[in-house]
C-alpha cells in the first residue's frame, strides 16, 4: 500500500469536509479525528468509514448545523440531546463534559441521545486518559447478531471502551460484543484475509474464519458466547436508560442505524490518589501482567492499545498505509 504523511491525510479530510458544508472549525476536528483514527491502524473507522460518512452528511443523515446540549442534570450525571448532529463531535463534546465534572466531583457522567455513528469509541478513552481520569464509554446499534440460542438478529453490536490514564501510554480496551466487530470483518474481506479464530456462522450455519461468509450470514459470534451475548442487551438497556433515547430495538425500526444512545464516564483518579500513587500502581500491575514467558510465536504478552501505539508510531514515522482505490476516491471528492 501507499503510505501517506499523516498531515497530508487530515489536510485532505479536511478538505472535503469542508466542501460539504462543514465549518472550517468542525472540518479541521471531524477530519482530526478521522486521521487519528487512520493513523492508529484503526481503518475500519478511518479511512474505510469515511467516504460513507461523506455521503450521511450529503443526504441528511448526519445534521451538520447542529450543536449538542445538555437537556437535564441531577449531580454528577447529565442528558445531553444530540440532535442528530456530527457523532464524532457529539462524542467529543459529551466526554469533554464527563471530564469537567470529573474534575470538580470526582465522577462524570453523560448519557447522550439522539446522536449518530461516534466512529472509534476508543478516541474518547483515550481521551479521558489524556485528562488523567479512568474513561468509560459504550454505544448502542442497530441489530446486528443474534442473541444466544437464536440464529435471528435482535441484539446490538454495542462497541464498549474502557481506558486507563498510563505515562502517556494508555491501557485501552476497545471492543465490540462479537468476536470481530463488523468493521474488522469488512477489512478482512477487502483484503482477502481469513481470520485466525472463527468469528460466526456461514450459512449453512458452521463455524468459519471466512469473513466475507460472516458478513453475508449476518450471524457473528458474540464474544464469551452467552457472555457476550447478555453484555449487549445490559449494555443497551443502561444506554438507553442513563440517555433517555432510543433502544436498540427502535432504532432498528427505522432504515438507517440514527439516533442513537451512549453514554460517557470519567472517574478522576488522581484526584482521588494523587497522581505520583496513581502512576506507580498502573506501573506495577502493568509489570507484573507482562512479566510472563510469551509462548512460541508471540515475541511478549501486551497490555490492551499497546499494539495500537506500535501502529501510531510505525505510521507517523513512515507514513499512513492506505487502500489505494479508498485513497483515490477521497482525492476525487470535490
Known amino acids: 500500500m501507499e503510505r501517506i504523511p499523516f498531515e497530508t ?11 460539504v458544508g462543514f465549518t472550517e472549525a468542525k472540518a479541521d476536528r471531524t477530519a ?6 487512520t493513523r492508529d491502524g484503526v481503518y475500519s473507522h478511518g479511512l474505510n468509514r469515511f467516504a460513507g460518512f461523506v455521503r450521511g452528511c450529503q443526504n441528511g443523515k448526519v445534521r451538520l448545523d447542529v450543536e449538542a446540549e445538555c437537556v437535564h442534570r441531577m449531580g454528577v450525571i447529565e ?27 470526582g465522577v462524570g457522567c453523560v448519557g447522550l441521545r439522539n446522536t ?5 469509541a476508543g478516541a474518547y478513552g483515550l481521551q479521558a486518559a489524556d485528562a488523567g481520569c479512568i474513561g468509560i464509554c459504550w454505544t448502542n446499534t442497530t441489530v446486528l447478531m443474534p442473541p444466544w440460542g437464536s440464529a435471528e438478529k435482535r441484539i446490538g453490536n454495542n462497541p464498549l471502551t474502557l481506558c486507563v490514564p498510563y505515562l502517556g501510554n494508555h491501557i485501552l480496551l476497545d471492543m465490540a460484543m462479537s468476536q470481530y466487530s463488523n468493521g474488522k470483518l469488512e477489512v478482512l474481506k477487502r483484503r482477502g484475509e481469513s481470520l485466525p479464530l472463527a468469528g460466526g456462522y456461514d450459512e449453512a450455519g458452521n463455524l468459519t474464519t ?12 458474540p464474544i464469551g458466547y452467552w457472555k ?12 438507553t436508560l442513563i440517555s433517555g433515547g432510543d433502544s436498540t ?17 470519567a472517574i478522576d483518579v488522581g484526584s482521588l490518589s494523587g497522581q505520583q500513587i496513581v502512576e506507580e500502581t498502573v506501573n506495577r500491575i502493568v509489570t507484573d501482567f507482562q512479566d510472563v514467558s510469551p509462548l512460541d510465536g508471540i515475541s511478549a504478552v501486551r497490555y490492551p492499545g499497546e499494539g495500537m501505539l506500535a501502529t501510531r508510531r510505525d505510521n ?8 489505494p482505490d479508498l485513497w483515490s476516491e477521497v482525492l476525487e471528492m470535490p
Open 79 to 105: 442528558q445531553w440531546d444530540g440532535k442528530t448532529g456530527i457523532g464524532l463531535l457529539n462524542a467529543e463534546a459529551a466526554m469533554g463534559r464527563a471530564i469537567e465534572i470529573a474534575h470538580e466531583h
Open 9 to 19: 491525510v487530515h489536510a485532505e479530510f479536511r478538505r472535503v469536509l469542508e466542501s
Open 210 to 221: 471466512d469473513p466475507g461468509a460472516i458478513l453475508d450470514s449476518k450471524r457473528a459470534l
Open 316 to 323: 507517523l514515522a513512515n507514513g499512513i498505509p492506505v487502500d
Open 249 to 265: 430495538q427502535q432504532i432498528s425500526a427505522r432504515p438507517d442505524e440514527t439516533n442513537v444512545s451512549q453514554v460517557y464516564m
Open 116 to 120: 449518530n455513528h461516534w466512529m472509534r
Open 228 to 239: 457476550g451475548s447478555g453484555l449487549a442487551l445490559i449494555l443497551d438497556l443502561m444506554g
Open 32 to 37: 482530526q479525528l478521522f486521521a487519528e483514527n
